[in-house]
């Protein structure tokens, strides 16, 4: 069975740094593509990063890019995001999300769409405020 914990958020002050981890179990990690979410209240979920199985190519929304930094400890069966530099405006909950298998380089514009993904994490709570 599929089951997927995240960790490590917390309240962090504007300009400064979380790193997320994501600890997956009842699965071999390394062949699944792995997402991050966030979910502000009353807005939509919205992808932040991803990294794909195999060869670990990762993929970023642009408001993340050079900020966040997604990896993979697949010995710990863990995927991580850095995040620095963090605004009042990224505040909300934080998914890690898994599916089984490989995306498609051709597909990267759909890589951060929730509905590719089928096993969730009951997410761990963001907050950047002063």
């Known amino acids: 069975q599929v089951h997927i914990v995240e960790s490590g958020g917390g309240l962090v002050q504007p300009g400064g740094s979380l790193r997320l981890s994501c600890a997956g179990s009842g699965f071999p990690l390394d062949y699944w593509t792995i997402g991050w979410f966030r979910q502000a209240p009353g807005k939509e979920r919205e992808g932040v990063a991803c990294?794909?199985?195999?060869?670990?190519?990762?993929h970023y929304a642009d408001s993340v890019k050079g900020r966040f930094t997604i990896s993979r400890d697949n010995a710990k069966n863990t995927v991580y995001l850095q995040m620095n530099s963090l605004k009042p405006g990224e505040t909300g909950t934080y998914y890690c999300?898994?599916?089984?298998?490989?995306?498609?380089?051709?597909?990267?514009?759909?890589?951060?769409?929730?509905?590719?993904?089928?096993?969730w994490g009951h997410g761990t709570q963001v907050t950047v405020s002063s």
């Open positions: 999300a898994a599916q089984a298998g490989s995306f498609l380089l051709t597909d990267v514009n759909t890589w951060l769409e929730s509905t590719r993904y089928n096993n």
């Open positions: 990294t794909r199985s195999g060869d670990g190519v990762t």
